[in-house]
């Protein structure tokens, strides 16, 4: 599965941004068989598990943004998202999606977050 990140940006404290990953060049029933979700490293830190979500459609969350991030995604379109919400300073970090089947995962590039103060 090819992923192609986009959304990061720069934005204020409080403020919100919605990434976007894309598998335009995966069929129908290879992406959606995959488990979707998003890691983040921020300089200096361990590769974070942000959120994730079944196939099935089941999701996930770190403690530090449960109930401010929203993952979804539809498999028509072939698309996984995250939502973010009341951004915080210690959000800012390089975000990466990612498509996992059993042991294989694939990586899309990384999207940087900037959440200023």
């Known amino acids: 599965v090819q992923l192609q990140a986009s959304g990061g940006g720069l934005v204020q404290a409080g403020g919100s941004l919605r990434l976007s990953c894309a598998a335009p060049?995966?069929?129908?029933?290879?992406?959606?068989?995959?488990?979707m979700g998003w890691y983040r490293q921020a300089p200096g830190k361990q590769r974070e598990l942000v959120a994730s979500?079944?196939?099935?459609?089941?999701?996930n969350y770190a403690d530090s943004v449960k109930g401010r991030f929203t993952i979804s995604r539809n498999n028509s379109r072939k698309t996984v998202s995250l939502q973010m919400n009341s951004l915080k300073p210690n959000d800012t970090a390089i975000y990466y999606c990612y498509a996992k089947r059993g042991l294989t995962a694939s990586w899309g590039q990384g999207t940087q977050v900037t959440v200023s103060s």
């Open positions: 060049r995966t069929i129908f029933s290879e992406f959606s068989s995959h488990d």
């Open positions: 979500i079944t196939n099935s459609g089941s999701t």
